[in-house]
């Protein structure tokens, strides 16, 4: 394929309100690529995924999508052309069925993804599928995330954005977690990884970027800086 | 005395039916934008007036005409009134979309008052002046209109939220707005539909109730309260809720207006609203409030 990195992230910025959150942040993702980003509280992680799905404005910069700017694409368009988030807190439907979260992750999609989306949604989690009926709201934290994890594949995306999809599940629930998400890559979605578990992530990536107050201050393959000694320190507790 | 009491309950369920349906409208709105909208009971009025300008007063169509092409006006008055006042100011904050909704009905009843004046306007029952007798009362056959069209449209509704896909969308950005955008619902398209199915309910109320009892340019401001009361006793956020605190509302007040003086029954009624709120702040089918979109 052509050189063109899936996606292109140039000086990017963002603020709520006049408070900026992120500033002149730069990153590429290759198409297959398993991305990691990490960084400690409010550094500004859930903040850059909510720009690249377009739910949040941007001061500044460009987002390119298949070397297309997609600046100016709504949340829905973006979707469309294959972007797929896992917001953080899972934010499952809670009154709908465990079935229609899955439906509405395949929203805008014609039938036959969605068809296919759900075979592969309930070969990926048995449970989900034995739970099909069962209000969302009433699953455990590790199923929701399942769930919200299907949820996002439905549409069948390029790009799947995950937002610390560990984030407060018990140890077993988590290398669960990881090693679909290693799955996912061997299937070839590429993937941005959001983690405060810089640890796992890092092991796991191809390549990681060190996001601290909104900047990015560290690039690099992923073991190279898990061994790092400034991110050791900083987020490995070592 | 059986029949007293079915007479007042037929009374009571028919005067329910119109705050049931305008407080499906306000639950409808609430859900998907935590906006309460004042205009609501406006829309009631512009159905009924509509009809009746069309009908009676001008004799333009037929009734089985009038009636759908008022409330496809009415409707198309919703749709604007979200596009022209109310998504421009989306980003305002909540306290101003509210004022804005209170705006936007002195502004229709305005209208309406300059165009069709002031006087009340009437058009006749469906089935004529019929009464049917239920266990010694008589009920009019217009009741019958309007409970019969309430039961078919509270399954479609139901329908409608359960079964379609855009319903089960409506029902996920109440949920989670920001979910909702994430997975691809154009939530701009939900509170859209949402204005027009408000304004097409309350609509479709003025219609029903206006041969029974007349309609004026300025009766929504009363049904707009009673609707809005008939949705915190339900539960704001849930439309079947809304639509069984208009039922009890509407029979709270026949049952104190017959047993007891008509001049108590807004007073009783709004007594039993606190009381209910007190008890259970959610309303009695009610759930807490959702981030708006
Ligand atoms: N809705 C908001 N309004 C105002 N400030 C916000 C809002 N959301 C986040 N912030 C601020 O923006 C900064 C970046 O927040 P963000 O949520 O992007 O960080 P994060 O890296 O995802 O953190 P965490 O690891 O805790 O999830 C923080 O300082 C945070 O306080
Ligand atoms: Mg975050």
């Given amino acids: 394929m052509s050189a063109v990195p899936l996606l292109q992230v140039q000086d990017l910025s963002s603020s709520y309100g006049r408070i900026r959150v992120l500033s002149t942040v730069s990153l590429e993702i290759g198409r297959g690529e398993l991305v990691a980003l990490v960084g400690s509280n ?71 993804t969605v068809s296919a989306g759900f075979t592969r949604a309930y070969a990926m989690f048995p449970i989900l599928a034995e739970r099909r009926r069962q209000l969302a709201g009433t699953l455990s934290g590790g199923q929701q995330q399942m769930l919200a994890l299907g949820r996002a594949l439905m549409s069948a995306p390029k790009l799947l954005l995950l937002d610390e999809p560990s984030m407060g599940l018990a140890p077993v629930v988590v290398e669960r977690i990881f090693d679909i998400i290693d799955e996912l890559r061997a299937s070839g979605t590429t993937i941005l990884l959001v983690e405060q578990n810089a640890n796992a992530a890092l092991a796991l990536a191809d390549r990681g970027y060190v996001i601290e107050t909104g900047r990015i201050v560290l690039a690099g393959d992923g073991l190279d800086l898990l061994e790092d000694r400034r991110v050791q320190e900083a987020y490995l507790g070592v | 005395m059986l029949a007293d009491f079915a007479q007042f309950t037929a009374s009571g369920l028919t005067r329910g039916a119109i705050y049931a349906l305008v407080g499906m409208g306000f639950a409808i709105i609430y859900n998907a934008s935590n906006i309460i909208n004042f205009a609501q009971g406006e829309f009631v009025m512009l159905g009924g007036m509509l009809t009746a300008f069309l009908f009676t007063t001008t004799g333009l169509l037929p009734i089985w005409l009038a009636v759908p092409v008022a409330i496809a006006a009415a409707t198309i008055a919703g749709v604007a009134f979200y596009r022209l006042a109310i998504e421009p100011a989306q980003r305002a904050g909540l306290a101003t979309l509210i004022i804005i909704t209170i705006g936007g009905s002195v502004l229709l009843r305005g209208i309406v008052e300059v165009t069709l004046g002031k006087r009340e306007f009437v058009f006749p029952a469906f089935s004529g002046e019929s009464n049917v007798q239920v266990l010694g009362a008589s009920i009019a056959s217009q009741s019958l209109w309007v409970l019969g069209t309430l039961a078919i449209v509270a399954a479609l509704l139901w329908w409608f939220f359960e079964k379609t896909l855009f319903g089960k969308a409506m029902r996920a950005t109440a949920q989670s707005p920001l979910a909702a955008q994430l997975v691809g619902i154009e939530t701009r398209h939900v509170l ?41 006793l339900g539960g704001l956020g849930n439309p079947f809720g809304a639509l069984a605190g208009g039922l009890v509302l509407g029979l709270v007040e026949a049952f104190t207006g017959g047993y007891v003086s008509s001049g108590y029954q807004d007073a009783i009624a709004f007594l039993l609203i606190l009381t209910v709120l007190m008890v259970r702040p959610g309303g009695l089918f009610g759930r807490v409030a959702m981030d708006r979109v």
Avoid: W
Avoid at chain 1, 74 to 81: F, H, T
């Fill in chain 1, 42 to 112: 409010g550094a500004g992680k859930t903040t850059l995924l909510r720009c690249l799905s377009g739910v949040q404005p941007i001061d500044g910069g460009t987002i390119r999508f298949g070397g297309h700017d997609i600046n100016h694409l709504r949340a829905s368009e973006r979707v469309a052309l294959g972007i797929a988030q896992v917001p953080e807190g899972r934010l499952v439907f809670p009154q709908l069925t465990i079935e229609d979260n899955l439906l509405l992750g395949g929203y805008g999609r014609n039938r036959a």
């Fill in chain 2, 192 to 232: 859209l539909v949402s204005f027009a199915l408000a304004a097409a309910l309350g609509a479709l109320g003025g219609v029903l109730t206006t041969p029974i009892t007349l309609t004026r340019y300025d009766i929504g401001i009363m049904l707009g309260l009673k609707g809005f009361a008939a949705t915190m």
